[in-house]
């Protein structure tokens, strides 16, 4: 199968798909196709390659197209070689449940990271534009309702902010119905251990429970809305990643994760 027809068979499926063509040098032209298990094609080198399907994974997590500019083994500096990656993928999609101040700084935060914002809030006076101006949806309707409908995919990130137990209890077993790639929840400790009870004594599984983040973020010290978002966005991005958060300097893993190694074409 020529990396055309994988590209067209992976479209007609609706499946994330990027085109990498290499723009420069003696293979200028050479093209990689990758999806989020494999990769196909030579862009010149297996270190060229490899740079490449992990730069266009990080650019269809977010739906975004680029040129990105590497090594000729690819390093990150060295004799330039420019690669456009096309990244076939609709934005994934971000959920916000609770119109707050905490809202409103992530909405701004999930925005630039590449995601369709939808902010949600049963109460009117709340749920505005006006409130959350960065969100490309701000909705009236109650969480669990919202969600039943709502599409969620493994990309999709469930952000609950409502910190209030007759909206956190429905929209968590809501939230455990789906396959969503991240569920966060706001609140303290205690208040963590006290849904979670409740959502045991409904039946909920601890598999399942163990699947909400919460406290929600990584533990960095956050105190404004502004640095809670970064904490948030953090955590996304390490568990999409598999990695703890850490600091890299007392790491040992390497700086970018290898997701799959790169096959023929």
Do not use: C
């Amino acid at each position: 199968m020529t990396l055309f027809e994988r590209l067209a068979e992976a479209l007609h499926a609706d499946a994330p798909v990027a085109l990498v063509t290499r723009l420069d040098g003696a293979r200028a032209g050479a093209k990689l196709l990758v999806t989020e298990a494999e990769a196909h094609g030579d862009l010149g080198t297996p270190g060229l390659n490899h740079a490449a399907a992990g730069e266009a994974r990080a650019l269809l997590a977010v739906g975004e197209n680029a040129i990105r500019t590497f090594g000729e083994d690819g390093e990150p500096v060295g004799v330039e070689v420019r690669l456009f990656i096309a990244a076939y993928a609709p934005k994934p999609d971000m959920y916000v449940f609770g119109a707050i101040d905490f809202s409103r700084a992530m909405a701004r935060i999930g925005k630039y990271l590449g995601y369709m914002v939808t902010v949600i809030d049963a109460r009117p006076v709340f749920a505005t534009k006006q409130r959350i101006p960065d969100a490309d949806q701000v909705i009236v309707a109650w969480p669990d309702e919202f969600l039943a409908k709502a599409p969620v995919d493994a990309r999709t990130a469930l952000i609950i902010l409502t910190h209030d137990v007759k909206f956190d209890i429905p929209v968590l077993q809501a939230a455990l119905r789906t396959n969503a790639g991240y569920i966060g929840a706001m609140g303290s400790r205690r208040t963590h251990a006290n849904r979670v009870d409740e959502l045991r004594r409904i039946g909920i599984s601890d598999a399942d429970l163990a699947r909400i983040s919460a406290p929600i973020g990584l533990d960095i010290g956050a105190r404004t809305p502004e640095e809670t978002a970064i904490s948030i966005a953090a955590e996304i991005i390490a568990l999409r990643e598999n990695r703890r958060g850490a600091r890299l300097s007392e790491g040992t893993l390497p700086v970018h994760n290898d997701r799959a190694a790169v096959a023929a074409p």
